[in-house]
T-cell receptor, first 113, second 114 residues
């Protein structure tokens, strides 16, 4: 069974540009989560989808971040416009049930110059 | 506020030595507890989890963790460390139900000397 996949693995962009990250959860997992680790800090929650609905977006830092999960399958996280402080590793995770183990993807390493 | 604390930022052990990584949590109720590992260039891999029941939990790669309610701790242990265990280890927790977002500790980086 394929795990959680994320694309791209790395992205280097300039301040002010737009970047879109993609996450494909494990097949059949209704719950999808985005997390972020900024350099030197702990991994922090961004948001949680149940199917195509946003269950909890309390961790989204500001309105430059837009997450979607059309059709309840893969999800995208768009940063527009990107700022220097957005640099970090963005992780996606999925789980079958809402109180079940979350399985993580390899992460996308974003560097904003 | 809910929090997870890993007091040790960096630990160095010799190959073959035993290992204990500390994790403390602060929650109103007992959370679900997890240990994840991130090897260089890799994503987060689940080592083990505690939901309920037996307080000594076995995981992959020879790791185990013990839940101690009285100490609000969930320490990770391994009897004999291998060089391939060098990685960053994260303790994490959530309450469950609608509050299923994970709260992570800051991570402990393990270095293994030969």
């Amino acid at each position: 069974e394929a795990g959680v996949t994320q694309f791209p693995s790395h992205s280097v962009i300039e301040k002010g540009q737009t970047v879109t990250l993609r996450c494909d959860p494990i097949s059949g997992h209704d719950n999808l989560y985005w997390y972020r680790r900024v350099m030197g800090k702990e991994i922090k929650f961004l948001l949680h989808f149940v199917k195509e609905s946003k269950q909890d977006e309390s961790g989204m830092p500001n309105n430059r971040f837009l997450a979607e999960r059309t059709g309840g399958t893969y999800s995208t996280l768009k940063v527009q416009p990107a700022e220097l402080e957005d640099s970090g590793v963005y992780f996606c995770a999925s789980s079958q049930g809402v109180s079940e183990t979350q399985y993580f993807g390899p992460g996308t390493r974003l560097l904003v110059l | 506020a809910q929090s997870v604390t890993q007091p040790d930022i960096h630990i160095t052990v010799s190959e073959g030595a035993s290992l204990e990584l500390r994790c403390n949590y602060s929650y109103g109720a007992t959370p679900y507890l997890f240990w994840y590992v991130q090897s260089p260039g890799q994503g987060l891999q689940l080592l083990l989890k505690y939901f309920s029941g037996d307080t000594l939990v076995q995981g992959i790669k020879g790791f185990e963790a013990e839940f101690k309610r009285s100490q609000s701790s969930f320490n990770l242990r391994k009897p004999s460390v291998h060089w391939s265990d060098a990685a960053e280890y994260f303790c994490a927790a959530f309450i469950g139900g609608t509050a299923s977002k994970l709260t992570f500790g800051t991570g402990t980086r393990l270095q293994v000397t030969l």
